[in-house]
């Protein structure tokens, strides 16, 4: 219940269109700030501008329509080629540092490092942590995401 209660849009952006884009247009600044919440919310920080430039999108019906197909590839055709390369024995031949916020959904289920290493080649560094944010990390920490990108770029 943790994950369906906090990724609830998930399972409803992939229902068919046009249902949850006319949903979602039909009052595009509640359900942004519904998604997202608001500025005083404890897991992430969206200043009033922040929130009103993101939602002013949930007013285009091109980026609604996008955004909801995106997420209708997610649970699809998205699965179906990961699991053909899986099961194709491909994996990742590059080192990855995973990162999540500290506050998130992926925190809460855990084990994300553990989940890449597993389509990581044996011999690929997995390495990861959690910074001290919620789901959107650039917007919460971005001195902290600069600082891990170039320590992993060294």
């Not at 540092?97 to 925190?107: D, K, P, S």
């Not at 600069?146 to 320590?151: G, P």
């Amino acid at each position: 219940m943790t994950f369906a209660a906090g990724y609830w849009h998930w399972f409803w952006l992939i229902q068919p269109a046009p249902g949850p884009e006319d949903t979602i247009l039909s009052s595009p600044d509640t359900y942004w700030r519904m998604k997202m919440g608001t500025p005083e919310s404890t897991s992430s920080y969206w200043s009033e501008e922040d929130v009103d430039v993101y939602g002013a999108l949930m007013s285009d019906r091109s980026a609604v329509h996008a955004a909801c197909e995106d997420y209708r590839a997610a649970a699809s055709i998205d699965l179906d080629h990961d699991q053909a390369d899986y099961d194709e024995g491909k994996r990742i031949h590059t080192p990855l540092r995973i990162l999540w916020g500290r506050h998130g959904m992926v925190e809460k289920l855990g084990k994300a490092v553990d989940i890449w290493q597993d389509f990581a080649s044996a011999d690929v560094k997995v390495s990861g942590s959690a910074l001290a944010c919620g789901h959107e990390i650039p917007e919460e920490v971005p001195k902290d995401l600069l600082e891990e990108i170039h320590s992993f770029m060294k």
